[in-house]
């Protein structure tokens, strides 16, 4: 058993593979967050807290003369607004008399075998893990609240997910202000915070910052999880490095208006509350009625932030996303998307499909354009019919052709979205989120469709399963093209329009959930104008999500490489696209192009009709290439090899299979250099043992694998022991030309 409850001290032990959490009941039974970390062999954690008198931190009535102990300086379990705790509140309620005071205090507890699994919201699946889960009771009978604290324990994987379940026994109606899924209190650590910032089209780009004593808010208001801020923050120690250091990861599996909250107080005492951001957010609680938070991941390492991303990433493929594409091998794709916009019809679409597959493409997707009145992006979003003046023969006929090339063939959608110009929206203006009496603000043209209405979601599950039934379709490209702004409901009365971006999050997971059941097959690509809702909620649905907009090969190595701190590459959309490319104007070789496109999920988007003879004939080695590592790409180690510094130079990262058998080594010059260093790049994660052959070289350029002395490929055939490769690395030649790049692969021999 993984949780281990001592009647005696009241210390709840939850102990994994290679971490421990504790939580301590204290004399008054408050919850106390008393470590995280690593184990610390059955000691009581709690006399890390001293019982120091601050002033201005006033303590619980029935501890009025023990002034040391103060709400405001207990590291706590779910911090609660109201009862003389200063700092980031976990939850924040307003009851039926109007006060704002909630204090919970410990119930009980069970601690049962299993899960309990959430519905309408994501959560860690078990699979074949041992799980034993924690339900922590904590009540304010003056209240009439009951907070129940989920602890699932993934004891192999070393995760503990959260969430929290408020209920409201006090017979009257309540307002939740806030409810957060999790609270963490750090006590005795100076660390740093990691969080992935971005904007559309450069998405989750990490910043580091020592915690202070000021609260540090990530957030997102936007409807969406955001491409500007993303829901999973990190700390670690402040000289944590990819290779060592202790790191802790905090990630919520939710794909809306989220805030993770950071806070050093004045006893030096760090706190993260991660949950649903409070901006918009109000709940009217009936009596008897609850609310279930998302949940949270959390992860600890002493290891450093690449361990960190294995935990996460290894969670997220094994446990979050969904069972039926774990481990089946997903096509590599064609994208029509930048190779023809809005400008197509059946016969091209048909021709593109005939030269993907002469490329060696595994599947043909249709992107926007093919339904309503979609000739650009001003109309037709909601009327899910297929454009019979584009589209003239109907979708069966492209998906049929597509098919009896030996492909599959997949359908854009914008599901969650409507255009006024659109018959949807002339039939029911008050489907979409507006303010009653004020012109909407309006994103690419078009308004969001109000999920929190049942009929809405009803109309887009009849609208795209007739869709899904017409034709051979075997994947969809789910969209979400812009921020919530007018978070207005005509379903919903005054009092309740702070539940709206909510309610909204639960409508688009229901339709998920409906398609997802309906089609089982069907696999699902999220996507939000590229990763504006990149999140291990939509993860849950959707095993793969369109990275980002930016489909430029060297822009990407930073965007990808972001990404990596929590998602495993297996989720990560990534595409070949046509040089010069169109969102930066940079020319950029087509090796390069794809071996930076591997470190994701591969595919192209682009139009094949226009590649020569050797283009496709290159293409379809890299395909053959990926497909030969796709395991290893799939599920192996990542590894991010070059930082800050290298990276105004060049760019290296690699895999590593968990045997330790293979290895898969990238390396892209970003600013070529005359009369330049070696670059010598360290693995990680192999056997020190062992033998490695390099026993294939793909390269941007013939001249690579070259030296002076006109050697060709004097690379392949090259041995190394894994100590020599972890300690000192692989010295690569400089290259040169416009952003070569290199890929090796190391056989363990
Ligand atoms: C978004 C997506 C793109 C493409 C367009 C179509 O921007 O991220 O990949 O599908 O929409 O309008």
Redesign the pocket.
């Known amino acids: 058993m993984s949780i281990i409850f001592d009647e005696k001290s009241k210390v709840f032990s939850i102990i994994t593979r290679n971490t421990e959490y504790q939580i301590k009941i204290n004399e008054i039974g408050v919850a106390l967050h008393t470590y995280y970390g690593k184990k610390v062999a059955g000691q009581d954690m709690s006399y890390l807290y001293r019982e120091l008198d601050r002033g201005f931190s006033g303590n619980p009535y029935e501890l009025r003369n023990k002034r040391g102990v103060s709400a405001d300086t207990l590291p706590q379990e779910y911090s609660t607004d109201g009862a003389g705790d200063y700092r980031v509140s976990a939850l924040i309620v307003r009851l039926a008399n109007g006060s704002g005071t909630a204090d919970l205090r410990y119930r009980g507890h069970e601690i049962i075998s299993g899960r309990e699994n959430l519905k309408g919201l994501p959560y860690v699946r078990v699979e074949k893990d041992r799980v034993d889960t924690l339900k922590l009771i904590l009540e304010d009978k003056t209240a009439g609240l009951l907070a129940t604290l989920f602890y699932q324990v993934f004891e192999d994987k070393d995760i503990i997910s959260r969430y929290t379940v408020i209920r409201n026994e006090s017979g009257d109606v309540c307002s939740l202000n806030k409810a957060a899924s999790a609270c963490v209190d750090f006590m005795g650590k100076d660390l740093d915070l990691i969080h992935f910032h971005g904007r559309h089209a450069f998405e989750r780009q990490p910043e580091r910052k020592r915690v202070g004593h000021e609260v540090v808010r990530i957030s997102s208001k936007r409807g969406t999880s955001s491409h500007h801020n993303n829901p999973f923050v990190i700390l670690c120690d402040r000289n944590a490095d990819e290779w060592q250091g202790e790191s802790y990861g905090v990630m919520l599996m939710y794909s809306g208006e989220h805030a993770e909250e950071v806070e050093k107080d004045q006893a030096g005492t760090i706190r993260v509350v991660s949950g649903i951001s409070d901006d918009h957010f109000s709940w009217k609680l009936g009596a008897g009625e609850e609310f279930v938070t998302p949940e949270v991941m959390l992860a600890y390492t002493d290891k450093g932030l690449s361990e960190l991303s294995f935990l996460f990433h290894r969670i997220i493929r094994e446990n979050v996303c969904p069972n039926e594409f774990r481990d089946k091998k997903r096509p590599v794709l064609m994208n029509n ?1 930048e190779g023809t916009y809005f400008d197509f019809d059946d016969d091209k679409i048909m021709e593109i499909a005939d030269s993907a597959r002469e490329a060696g493409c595994e599947m043909l997707v249709l ?2 354009g093919w339904f309503g009145a979609r000739n650009d ?1 001003h109309a037709g979003l909601g009327d899910w019919v297929v454009n019979r003046d584009k589209v003239k023969k109907g979708m069966d006929a492209i998906a049929d052709h597509v098919e009896s090339l030996g492909m599959k063939f997949g359908l ?1 959608f914008e599901p969650e979205m409507v255009n006024e110009d659109s018959d949807l929206f002339r039939a029911h203006p008050d489907w979409a989120l507006t303010d009653p009496d004020r012109k909407p603000v309006m994103g690419r043209d078009q308004l969001v469709l109000d999920m929190s209405r049942p009929e809405v979601v009803d109309y887009l599950y009849e609208s795209i399963a007739a869709v899904l039934n017409s034709a051979k379709i075997s994947y969809v ?1 789910w ?1 979400f ?1 812009r921020s919530l702004a007018n978070v207005f409901s005509r379903g919903l009365p005054a009092d309740r329009q702070g539940e709206v971006s909510h309610r909204f999050v639960l409508g688009s997971y229901a339709l998920m959930e409906r398609l997802r059941e309906s089609f089982p097959d069907v696999m699902i690509e999220g ?1 939000s ?2 990763g504006g809702r990149f999140d291990a909620g939509i993860m849950f649905y959707s095993p793969q999500i ?1 990275c980002s ?1 930016n489909t430029e090969a060297i822009n990407r190595l930073r965007i990808q490489k972001g990404t990596t701190y929590g998602y495993p590459v297996s989720t990560i959309g990534s595409h070949v696209s046509a040089s010069p490319n169109h969102q930066t104007g940079r020319e950029v070789p087509l090796m390069t192009r794809a071996i930076v496109a591997m470190a994701g999920t591969f595919g192209y988007e682009l139009d094949p009709r226009k590649l020569s003879a050797d283009e496709k004939a290159m293409i379809r080695e890299q395909i053959g290439t990926f497909n030969r590592y796709y395991d290893l790409i799939q599920r192996g180690k990542y590894l991010r090899l070059s930082d800050e510094t290298d990276e105004e130079y060049y760019t290296s990262w690699g895999f590593v299979s968990e045997d330790k058998s293979e290895a898969l080594l990238n390396l892209v010059v970003t600013d070529v250099r005359a009369n330049p260093e070696v670059m010598y790049v360290r693995l990680h994660c192999l056997d020190p043992e062992a033998e490695y052959e390099v026993d294939n070289c793909i390269s941007s350029s013939e001249k690579v694998p070259e030296n002076d002395a006109g050697e060709k490929n004097r690379i392949v055939g090259q041995v190394f022991t894994g100590a020599a490769l972890m300690n000192a690395g692989y010295a690569f030649d400089p290259m040169f030309g416009s952003y070569p790049a290199v890929q090796l692969h190391f056989k363990k021999i």
Do not use: L
């Open positions: 998307w992107d926007d992006d854009w490209k969209d093209n996507c104008g590229g369109w907009d």
